[in-house]
């Protein structure tokens, strides 16, 4: 099982980055996905994630209405879409996968397979 997060970088407050998860190793819609991000000395937290079961999603306040969740079965690969950037979403975002069917419970429980991260930087 192997995830690869891409799509990171320098973007200006207000403007817009879309992350991807490649999966390999299995198909993408076996396992709820889900997006957590660090800063440094704070814990990790899951932000926004996909359900396996029914494919409902799940945004922590912090983000909602500004990222969005998706997946694209026919690529394995699934997406963060993230509009409205502000400087206090810097961060690295990694992807992740589990058998958890809850997307909420996705976002609060540690999953077990990780990508590597990608550095995400709000900044003018």
């Known amino acids: 099982v192997q995830l690869v997060e891409s799509g990171g970088g320098l973007v200006q407050p207000g403007g817009s980055l879309r992350l991807s998860c490649a999966a390999s190793g299995f198909t993408s819609d076996y396992y709820s996905i889900a997006w957590f991000r660090q800063t440094p000395g704070k814990e990790r937290e899951g932000i926004s994630c996909?359900?396996?079961?029914?494919?409902?999603?799940y945004h922590r306040d912090s983000v909602k209405g500004r990222f969005t969740i998706s997946r694209d079965n026919a690529k394995n690969t699934v997406y963060l879409q993230m509009n409205s950037l502000k400087p206090e979403d810097t961060a690295v975002y990694y992807c992740?996968?589990?058998?958890?069917?809850?997307?909420?419970?996705?976002?609060?429980?540690?999953?077990?397979?990780w990508g590597q991260g990608t550095q995400v930087t709000v900044s003018s």
């Open positions: 992740a996968a589990d058998y958890i069917s809850s997307a909420q419970a996705m976002c609060v429980m540690y999953p077990y397979y």
């Open positions: 996909i359900s396996n079961s029914d494919e409902s999603t």
